[in-house]
């Protein structure tokens, strides 16, 4: 949901937006303690905390399917942290 300056209020249904490619999904009711290269963990608005798996070539597929264009090594950087960097995105 987002509400704009001129009171406009917008919701978004992403639906199950990790089902095409993750491998595991979990709710908790705490943020998870520790975190790997599989995973992403997403804090939901009632608390709980929605935890991703996917395999890491599966994340860079779908980080290249959303910016629709290949990652700049900072791209790379901020969103798949210390793996060396590639062209992970077809031109």
Request: aromatic share 8%.
């Amino acid at each position: 949901m987002t509400a704009g300056a001129d009171g406009a209020i917008m919701t978004s249904d992403f639906g199950d937006w990790s089902a095409a490619f993750r491998t595991d999904l979990h709710l908790r009711d705490h943020a998870p303690t520790e975190l790997d290269e599989r995973t992403v963990a997403l804090e939901q608005s009632d608390g709980r905390w929605q935890v991703v798996a996917a395999e890491p070539a599966v994340w860079e597929e779908r980080a290249c399917e959303i910016a629709g264009r290949v990652l700049t090594q900072q791209e790379w950087a901020e969103f798949l942290g210390s793996r060396s960097y590639a062209l992970a995105c077809a031109e």
